[in-house]
């Protein structure tokens, strides 16, 4: 069992305050953070990734151990899926994510095999050949998938992983990252709530930088006050003024 916290952790980009003392315990599983744009749901997967620091006096432990400690060492644990990330349209699945597996400092000699790996669990080995320019959204978004899986990553972050696909494409990501989710923390960052309802073991509410609810779906769905008891008229309870 793996163990992510984060205890008191804050971030300022100047005067903004991104993340306001923020404190949670994830374990292996899989967590929907939900908040409309801007929330700091974003900002919480930079900090996660080391790709920006914490502000002073900030904690963010793995098993225990202190992320700044552990620095490299920790990293190898992550697979990071950014955002709507540009691809090479002339690199074929396979050479583009062989290139991102050196860069992840995969041994030479395992590239190959790890690259098929990855390719595979995605459903993308038909098209390991094929350049990406010719690729659909899903598929682009699959590929981006099966980077962040390199090396077995025991901590999964994907931020936005179905912007901007069609429902059938949304779908077919959703149960991907439902089948990949096994022995892993998975932390999916969305704003749409039909993507995280059926798959997420927890929900996060994000507002403002702040944690203001967290739990299961039936847990919080008990939490709706008007309406039919759904996540959506949650989300809507929470964060209504602000769409």
């Not at 396979?94 to 590239?111: M, P, T």
């Not at 790890?114 to 995605?122: I, P, Q, S, T």
């Amino acid at each position: 069992m793996n163990t992510l916290s984060l205890n008191g952790v804050n971030k300022h980009y100047g005067q903004n305050h991104a993340l306001v003392d923020f404190d949670y315990d994830f374990h292996d599983g899989v967590y929907g953070l939900l908040g409309p744009n801007g929330a700091g749901k974003s900002t919480m997967m930079n900090l996660i990734t080391q790709n920006i620091p914490a502000d002073p006096d900030s904690e963010i432990l793995w098993n225990g151990e202190d992320i700044k400690k552990l620095q490299a060492k920790y990293r190898r644990k992550i697979g990071f899926m950014p955002q709507q990330q540009e691809l090479y349209p002339s690199f074929t699945a396979s050479r583009f994510v062989g290139y991102l597996a050196a860069l992840k400092g995969i041994k030479k000699e395992k590239i190959r095999d790890e690259v098929e790996r990855v390719l595979d669990l995605v459903e993308l080995s038909e098209q390991a050949d094929q350049k990406l320019g010719g690729f659909s959204g899903g598929m682009k978004q699959r590929v981006l998938i099966a980077q962040a899986l390199l090396g077995n990553p025991k901590l999964l972050i994907l931020d936005e992983p179905t912007a901007g696909l069609d429902p059938k494409q949304r779908v077919i990501t959703r149960n991907l990252i439902s089948r990949l989710s096994k022995d892993k923390i998975v932390i999916i960052s969305t704003h749409i709530v039909s993507d995280i309802e059926t798959i997420a073991d927890r929900i996060l509410l994000i507002k403002q930088g702040e944690l203001i609810d967290e739990g299961t779906v039936p847990e919080l769905c008990e939490k709706v006050k008007t309406g039919e008891k759904n996540l959506e008229n949650l989300y809507m309870q929470y964060y209504g003024d602000e769409q």
